[in-house]
């Protein structure tokens, strides 16, 4: 069964340096998300992108993020600057359809998150 | 604006015994409602959706979920409670324009031999 992967499992930072974290969706998935997990909290959704661009993005996703499709496989997520408080688990999903008819029926396929550590 | 509450942050029950995890929504329009669920160290799965059709859902691994319009809920069923089912079950509504997941606090269910 096709799956979602997320590159690397654990990514350890120091407070101001970029982080990339790698997704590689669904290969006939059109749709494709970031959620974030602080611990103890909720998953909050952060950007979802259609098409090579932003569909939509919450106000978490500040100047510091960039998401980016960069070929056929990976959508990649940016911290520019990497705080404290951005230490989460990551997680990526993807929809084969977001809009249209199908819309609100189209169920997102999660990755197994990567944990980013902020020191 | 969309929402989900999971009344319960931890259910405790027998291997064998029925599992009830419970979650209201709260919604302006007809919901999508899913029940995702996250064993440790893995990332979340899908257990079953609820999308305008049957108001009983069947999702894997035994679990339903049943909508209910005039009481606003949707919880998840489980006969009868394995080991392997000890896990955090998330109660999701799809929200947004743009279909991204309202996800509720979670329920970490345990599960006793």
């Known amino acids: 069964e096709p799956e979602v992967t997320q590159t690397p499992s654990h990514q350890v930072t120091q407070m101001g340096q970029e982080v990339i974290l790698r997704c590689v969706p669904i290969s006939n998935h059109l749709y494709f998300y970031w959620y974030r997990q602080i611990l103890g909290q909720k998953v909050e959704f952060l950007v979802s992108f259609y098409n090579n661009e932003i569909s939509e993005k919450s106000e978490i996703f500040d100047d510091q993020f960039s998401v980016e499709r960069p070929d056929g496989s990976n959508f990649t997520l940016k911290i520019r600057s990497t705080k404290l408080e951005d230490s989460a688990m990551y997680f990526c999903?993807?929809?084969?359809?977001?809009?249209?008819?199908?819309?609100?029926?189209?169920?997102?396929?999660f990755g197994p998150g990567t944990r980013l550590t902020v020191l | 604006a969309q929402s989900v509450t999971q009344l319960d942050s931890h259910v405790s029950v027998s291997e064998g015994t029925p599992v009830l995890l419970r979650c209201n929504y709260s919604?302006?329009?007809?919901?999508?409602l899913f029940w995702y669920v996250q064993h440790p160290n893995k990332g979340l799965q899908l257990l079953l959706k609820?999308?305008?059709?049957?108001?009983l859902v069947k999702g894997i691994n035994g679990f339903e979920a049943e909508f209910k319009k005039s009481e606003t809920s949707f919880h998840l069923t489980k006969p009868s409670a394995h080991m392997s089912d000890a896990a955090e079950y998330f109660c999701?509504?799809?929200?947004?324009?743009?279909?991204?997941?309202?996800f509720g606090k979670g329920t970490k269910l345990s599960v006793k031999p």
């Open positions: 999903a993807s929809s084969a359809d977001g809009l249209g008819g199908r819309a609100r029926t189209d169920t997102q396929y």
């Open positions: 999701v509504v799809r929200g947004g324009s743009q279909g991204n997941l309202i």
């Open positions: 609820y999308t305008s059709a049957a108001t």
């Open positions: 919604s302006s329009y007809s919901p999508s």
